[in-house]
């Protein structure tokens, strides 16, 4: 790689030991390459030096940031540079506007804490949230358990600032409320994991704050029943904040690792709530009587906002299950709600036929499911199965009418699958959208788009 | 123009009469052409059709729908095909999934009237609801009243198919409730005017219906207690799902075509309203109060839907008004909202400084205003201090740190404007991308981007 800038220089990681955590994200198995650099930017000055370095030189960058990513969208790439935007992490509020205008590094629950203060909301909450910044949130258009109620990521992004490739700092979308003048490529970035630019600024939507959650648990003997009680609420008038489900395997992987008094034999437990100003008493009582005529054979109402969290240790408790359990590959697929029973039913079908345990969790009010399927790295065969039964899956969620990914996005884990669900003509088209902003290459290569 | 199609043959309009009466929109002197085709689609395979021919005889063509753009984004071009989709006009809604999929020519009020029976809602409501197509609401992203609290159209659509020149069939976006397997090409579509293809279907997310909206109507003798009426208002932590401003030249226009009420001396009219479900008497009440204490001298509040409607009348009556008054451009620009007082100022400043008469009415909750400037067609004079005075106010929102357009896009009338907003480098890249997808600029040529 050619001498970076002098100004870039000075933001280089120099320590290799260092280096090498800036090398990986979250995703399963991911490794750094042997050659790499990697820049922490400090301002939108050094993002702009290194995108007018690197495509000066066609040298590959992967922007980053919490390294939150599931999908291996911000692992380095052989020869590249790491550009790390943790540290552009201002926040300014406006309250008379309902907006905040944020660096890409923010840490989502910061930004929320930050938030309390003015009695304003972000809604977007990634289990992540503590960790992952809004702009790894604007790269995969991040979801989280709020969505049922507040939709995603997107639907809060009014205006973006974005630094392309060569150096060009380019403004999207708007600050007020409303604007139409040209076309809308705020929503073309949201969501791009990091192949067309770099995010050096975030225009946010701001709402008023909800009222603190109350929670109902609701355990169920079978499947069935539970998906009849996710219809109940869906049907409701008030839609709940948050609709998690757990299958019987996932509350059997978390009493291994804690007593949460779940049944170890069901068929799954269903979480809800509802922040509803005035209403969450009245809300969890009705969605309690809902999940009790579905067939929920235990129930527990919270009746102020620490109990209600309490209810929600277990579910908290299912990352450390899932990583006490061994290997996995975690799935992040979204189907029409009439089918999220007939696809974990599926599930467990193929990861039974692949001679392998598996377990669904996620996102009941969406229909966004992560599945997770168990294997053992040592061994080739398992390591194969896993594999196949990754593939048989996003297959069942397409032949069900859904989608590869709900909230994750494609990164390199799924970029093989991607024109299995877009198609040639789209890949083509969407790899030319890439090109216009990215004629090069250089942002991100292979991820989300298999390299050619 | 080559002969069109034998199957496209049978669709088109033959009376020149009635062809030109689809020649032409509700654009300020918007005239018909002296050669055009106008085609009125009976399916999918009509539009693929049609495109297919454009796209090898290079046919300009202007997808419309109801003709109720008022920026000439749907009028015949000299030599061009008016491809209507009215039609297009199938509903099938998914309760379950609460989504509609929907025709382009599906009217607004029609799609409306038709989820009633399911208890769901489409919000979005420009004041041609009951006119308006969904397909012309999507080229334009439009807005309308219930903005402030729902959004926009945008914030509705989940998905597409397009057809493009040359007549590819593509579909955008997806039918699960979330979804982020590649670009967001759905919401570069929506606001894109037909510049890059012709919409033949939208899945469209619906929401549980609100409850019958209450009104509160307040008068007050001047612009700045009514802007600290809207502050008042915005604070509020259940926001009105209808805040529209009439200022003073507004009631008087009103007056002139019958008695609402209203004083023609005063400082201008907020009308607000509450759909929240069993809170509307509530929230009226307080809005009520917030609106005295901001320095309302008079307050009207509805005690029930029938009364709620009654006090939007005057409302109603302002297009007419409008129309009797003579000739006008209406204007649609949107400011931050602190900012809304000085540009109504700044309006009949401006109108006054070229001899001219103005009103101001529009969304006050998001900041978008329809300033109306009044002139004499028939003395060149005037209608040249009208197109001044239209630019000045352009020019005085972007100074505000606003827009040129909040929900009625910008067609033919504001296309020379949109290089002073977006720049020259924003617009070659946004003219780069519509010759992605239309390479030899047969769609609505003109509009939005200038010819060059």
Not at 56 to 75: E, L
Not at 92 to 114: F, M, S, T, Y
Request: glycine letters at 12%; aromatic letters at 4%.
């Amino acid at each position: 790689m050619p001498l970076l800038p002098e100004s870039v220089r000075a933001h280089l990681v120099t320590d290799a030991d260092v280096a090498r955590t800036y090398a990986v994200d979250s995703s399963p198995g991911a490794g750094a390459p042997e050659h790499f650099e990697v820049v922490r930017a400090r301002s939108r000055e050094d993002v702009v030096e290194v995108l007018r370095y690197a495509e000066a030189h066609r040298v590959p960058v992967v922007p980053q940031g919490a390294r939150t990513s599931t999908t291996g969208s911000s692992v380095a790439l052989e020869g590249g540079i790491v550009l790390n935007v943790e540290a552009l992490d201002s926040i300014e509020v406006d309250e008379e506007e309902r907006i905040a205008v944020v660096g890409p590094g923010v840490v989502n629950g910061n930004l929320k804490a930050h938030l309390t203060d003015y009695g304003l909301a972000y809604p977007p909450d990634p289990a992540s949230s503590p960790t992952c910044t809004i702009g790894g949130n604007i790269a995969t258009n991040a979801g989280g358990l709020c969505c049922v109620k507040y939709g995603v990521t997107a639907d809060y992004v009014r205006g973006l600032e974005v630094v392309l490739p060569g150096g060009e700092v380019m403004r999207t979308g708007r600050r007020t409320a409303k604007g139409v003048a040209g076309y809308d490529l705020t929503g073309l970035f949201v969501g791009s994991e990091g192949t067309l630019g770099v995010v050096t600024e975030a225009v946010l939507r701001l709402i008023p704050a909800p009222d603190p959650a109350l929670t109902v648990l609701a355990v169920f003997d079978d499947l069935d029943a539970m998906m009849a009680g996710v219809a109940a609420l869906h049907g409701d008038r008030h839609t709940p904040s948050l609709l998690e489900l757990l299958d019987g395997p996932s509350l059997a992987a978390i009493q291994e690792v804690g007593d949460f008094g779940f049944p170890t034999d069901g068929g799954g437990v269903l979480l809800v709530q509802s922040d509803r100003p005035d209403h969450t008493h009245e809300d969890v009582q009705r969605y309690a009587e809902l999940l009790r005529s579905a067939g929920a054979t235990d129930l527990a109402v919270a009746d102020d906002a620490t109990e209600a969290d309490l209810l929600l240790q277990g579910r908290r408790a299912l990352h450390a299950a899932m990583e006490a359990r061994g290997h996995r590959l975690i799935e992040d697929i979204c189907v029409p709600l009439r089918h999220l029973g007939e696809l974990v039913s599926r599930v467990h079908t193929i990861a039974g036929g692949h001679g392998l345990e598996a377990l669904c969790s996620g996102h009941a009010g969406d229909g966004n499911l992560h599945p997770c399927v168990f294997f053992d790295a040592a061994d080739p065969q398992s390591v194969a199965a896993a594999d196949a039964a990754f593939g048989d899956i996003v297959e069942a969620a397409w032949d069900l009418g859904g989608t590869l990914t709900g909230e994750h996005g494609v990164g390199a884990l799924k970029a093989p699958w991607l024109a299995g669900e877009l198609g040639a003509a789209e890949m083509a088209r969407q790899r030319a959208v890439k090109a216009l902003f990215d004629p090069h290459g250089i942002m991100n290569p292979g991820r989300v788009y298999p390299l050619t």
